[in-house]
């Protein structure tokens, strides 16, 4: 009998995309970063679980304005690694204000980027 994978495993192990069945992704942790490039805008991360299969991901939303681009990076990990990173994002007051000047939000920029585990999707889209 064939393992039995949700949409999302399925796209991140083929390298096709991002979420495709969200239906079966449940949100363990969510932080907002200030950028460090100056352009005022932010860093999205999330840690996530698929309901289905169980596998962990993280994934970081860099939003930036003209001449960045905007990137997305998305990493299996384990469910180690996904643990410590909750724990991280738990320590802050405030995880989803971006302005927070917590010692969590001075070291999660590149949470996602500096997390241990195989990267499974990346793309970057251009600011026109």
Do not use: W
């Amino acid at each position: 009998m064939a393992e039995q994978k949700c949409g999302y495993c399925r796209d991140c192990e083929e390298g096709t995309g991002p979420i495709r069945d969200s239906g079966s992704i449940e949100v363990l942790a969510a932080m907002k970063v200030e950028t460090s490039c100056g352009c005022g805008k932010s860093v999205s991360h999330s840690v996530f679980r698929c309901t289905r299969c169980g596998k962990y991901y993280v994934s970081s939303y860099y939003e930036h304005r003209f001449p960045h681009s905007d990137d997305i990076l998305v990493k299996m990990i384990d469910k180690a690694e996904a643990e410590k990173i909750i724990a991280q994002v738990k320590k802050c007051p405030r995880p989803e204000d971006p302005e927070c000047g917590c010692v969590i939000h001075k070291k999660s920029e590149h949470l996602g980027s500096e997390a241990k585990g195989e990267q499974k999707y990346s793309k970057s889209f251009p600011n026109d």
